[in-house]
């Protein structure tokens, strides 16, 4: 993308989504169908998680969606591998609490890409940015089962605290539903990420018009 890193990171700042792939959620469904879809839905920021490939297997597809992101000026986050993020040339890489230390990783990265980490609690997040992360992923908002090993959900309190109190913009995730979507917003939420209501859905481009309906209804008010 010609966009700067400053211009990239506004997107996690604004009323949102952020597409995720989950091909095991899929419907039988491939993460470039889903992941066609999304763009084609307007979604701008992508993060490619894939736990049960090969890594060659997930290069191939980590270059196929990347050439997919780069047409539709979207960004593309890869999931805990530092080397597949430098290989196929994504925006940045996103990571979990078990994985390398972000300010490591900012060290090999450079100040170029952007580093997202995932976030349970308070002083993780305050750490996040003190390890030089660009943004957090917030969560799980609710009950996820997305993970072999799930964290025990941080509820809504933990929305609020962090659209007062985080100083990086931050992604909830976990559990997001149509249904709850807006108890998310309300406690001042604004960039979301719904995995399996998204992949899982029977129509993705519906289900992605339906929750950005609702983004759009906190946005203008």
Known sequence: MSLTKEEKLELFSIYTIYGMTAEK???????????????????????????????????????????????????????????LCQMVGADGVHLGQEDLPADEVRKLLGDKFIIGVTTHTKDQVLKAKEDGADYVGLGPIFASFTKDNPHPPIGLEMVRWAAENSPLPFVAIGGIKEHNLKDVLANGARCICAVTEIVGADDIRKKIESLFKILRSFERS
């Open 25 to 83: 959620f899929s419907n039988g469904r491939s993460n470039i169908e889903v992941v066609k879809a999304m763009l084609d839905s307007g979604i701008k920021i992508i993060q490619y998680r894939e736990k049960y490939k090969s890594l060659k297997e997930k290069y191939k597809e980590c270059l196929e969606i990347r050439k997919l992101t780069e047409d539709y000026g979207a960004l593309l986050i890869v999931n805990d591998h530092v080397d």
